[in-house]
Structure formats: C-alpha cells, structure tokens
C-alpha cells in the first residue's frame, strides 16, 4: 500500500553479510594461494617438487634453497639497480603527470582537447608493437644497456596525465583564480594550491609506477646485456637454462625479491586504499 513502509526480514542483513565475507576470503584466498605454493617450493627438495602429495602443502624447515639461490647470482647488485630505476621513474613519473595534469586540466590554450586525445591514444598501441622500433631508437640514441633507457620511457605515464587531469577539474576554480588574484604564477598555484588537493590520486599513481617498474622484465631483458644494470626479474631468468629451470631455487629467489613489495604495500595499505577511493572519486566525478 502508498506509504507503508517496506519490512525487512530479520535475516537479510546477515544473510548479506555471510555471503560477502565468504566472497572475500575466497577471493583472497585465490591471491594468497600462488604465494603460498612459491614459498612452499621453496623449501622443498628437487624430487618433493615435482611429486605432488599432501605433505608437500606444508611448508619444511628446509632453508638451504635460499642459500644457494643467493649465491647463483649478485643479488645485491640485483636490488640497488631496481631501486634506483623505480625510484628514478616514480619521481619522474608523479613530475611529469602533475605538470601535464594541470595544464590539460586548468591551463587554456589552443588546441588542448586534440592534444589531450593524442596523449589519451598511446594508450591504444601495445608496447610489444613497438618494441623492436624503440630498440632501434634507442641504439642510435646510444641508450642501451643504461639505467637511463629503464627510465625515461616509463617516466611518463599516460594514465597518470588522465588521472591527474581527472582530479584538478574537480577542484573549485575560485581557488585557483583567488591565488591568481594574489598575485602567484602558474607554477606557484600548481604547487601550493593544486598539489595538495590530487595527493590521493599521486598516491595511487606512485604505487602502480613503482609495482610496474619492480615486476618490469621484457623491456630490461631486451634493453640491457649486464648485470651491472639489471634488475630482479631479469636476474629471475639465471634460473633457466638449457638443462630446464630449477624451480626450487626460483621459487626460493622468488620469495626474497617478493619481500620488499609487501613491506611497502602493507605499510601503505591504508593510504592506498583511502587514495584509491579518493581517486574513484575524481574519476567519477
């Protein structure tokens, strides 16, 4: 009847509750599965790892695998370049997205829209596509086996530039024209004014660079030829060789390069997730 108000089951709300928990711990329990499978190899022996039994789901107080992983290859040199390329190209990255952000997104000049669409279509064009021309650039550019050619390709990102720009139109305008009117330059308001309200979008954007750049492996394994500049996942491949791969050692190797990422991760969990939502919000917006 007009007007009377719907009643609601007393078990619903729970029954809804049930089932979304139930959800989320198989959807994480997916997630979790491969990493635990990794570290379980990992202390397995070579015969234990290729035959399956259920004693093999649980983890053995077996270490030496790791030890010998360490020593198949000069991790630490492994480690200092990832870190140095991934900081490098977050750095870069969060510039160049804030800069182009604002001026596709506040800045007014002729042809903006076009440029913008231009920018937006390089996201069409598969990197594999254009591998082979950017190894030729880079020859003649005398960039290969360098820390710069792991850089500067990825020191922009188009998702980045759309994010950011995502984020500023939603910004009130008054703010920028009451800075203008006190007498701050572009750069001023961007940094003063702008930078402080796309934060949450930085966030996110800085967390997705430094993954990519952790877990790049093809383009630094086409890229570069020594070990002087190469990072962990290429460093992965010394595992595989003409006699097969040896999966307890990677699987070992795998686990102590996986380590750092979910330090990081899980230190910034909840900046990332609250960015994240923020970020959907000015998407959205």
Request: with cysteine; proline share 6%; aromatic share 14%.
């Amino acid at each position: 009847m007009p007007g009377r108000r719907a009643t609601r089951r007393p078990g619903t709300s729970t029954t809804g509750r049930v089932v979304r928990l139930v959800v989320a711990a198989l959807v994480g329990l997916a997630f979790i599965a491969p990493l635990y499978w990794v570290f379980v190899t990992s202390t397995l022996n070579t015969s234990q790892a290729y035959s399956f039994s259920w004693a093999s789901l649980v983890p053995h107080p077996n270490f030496s695998n790791y030890d010998r992983a360490w020593h198949m290859a000069p991790w630490e040199r492994f480690f200092t370049n990832t870190i140095f390329i991934a900081v490098c190209t977050v750095v870069l990255a969060l510039l160049t997205s804030l800069l182009a952000g604002f001026a596709f997104s506040v800045m007014r000049f002729r042809g903006r829209g076009a440029l913008f669409g231009l920018v937006l279509s390089v996201m069409m064009v598969p990197q594999s596509v254009l591998l082979i021309p950017d190894y030729i650039i880079a020859q003649h550019l005398h960039l290969l086996n360098t820390y710069w050619i792991q850089i500067l390709p990825f020191g922009a990102s188009v998702f980045g530039i759309f994010l950011v720009r995502q984020f500023f139109l939603n910004v009130p305008k008054e703010l920028f024209e009451a800075a203008e009117l006190d007498g701050c330059g572009p750069l001023r308001i961007l940094f003063w004014v702008g930078l402080p309200m796309v934060r949450p979008a930085l966030l996110v954007l800085g967390l997705n660079v430094l993954m990519g750049s952790w877990n790049a492996f093809l383009w630094p394994y086409v890229m570069t030829s020594s070990n002087a500049v190469r990072p962990i996942e290429v460093g992965l491949s010394v595992f595989s060789s003409t006699n097969g791969t040896d999966y307890t050692g990677l699987c070992a190797s795998v686990s102590f390069t996986t380590i750092p990422v979910l330090v990081v991760f899980l230190l910034l969990q909840k900046q990332f997730i609250t960015g994240a939502f923020s970020a959907a919000g000015g998407v959205r917006g």
